[in-house]
Nanobody, 127 residues
């Protein structure tokens, strides 16, 4: 069974940085599209960034452009979300998700496109 394990969350002051990790347990992430989602209290899950399985094309939510970067490291079997210049509105639980279908999607930040989810890691941005 595919399992995703997130780590790297925590508390940070506004303007700070965090790097989230998503590791595959028992399988290789290299053959799958991976995305990061954020869910703030009382809000729907929001797609933040995605990376395709093959060409490695990336997509970002407007709120993440210029501040966040998604990348994968096949040697570590992980996908990362580098978050810089964090704001209070970035607070939430961050989930990584895996897309099982090997075809490209026009909506890479839509939660419905993803088949497997990690347990999430909390990110809190506050003074």
């Amino acid at each position: 069974q595919l399992q995703l394990v997130e780590s790297g969350g925590g508390w940070v002051q506004p303007g700070g940085s965090l790097r989230l990790s998503c590791a595959g347990s028992g399988f290789s992430l290299a053959g799958y599209g991976i995305a990061w989602f954020r869910q703030a209290p009382g809000q729907e899950r929001e797609g933040i960034a995605s990376i395709e399985r093959a060409a490695g094309n990336t997509a970002y939510a407007n709120s993440a452009k210029g501040r966040f970067a998604i990348d994968r490291d096949s040697t570590r079997n992980s996908v990362y979300l580098e978050m810089n210049n964090l704001k209070s509105e970035d607070t939430g639980v961050y989930f990584c998700a895996l897309r099982d279908l090997p075809v490209r999607t026009l909506t890479p930040l839509a939660a419905v496109e993803y088949d497997y989810w990690g347990q999430g890691t909390q990110v809190t941005v506050s003074t």
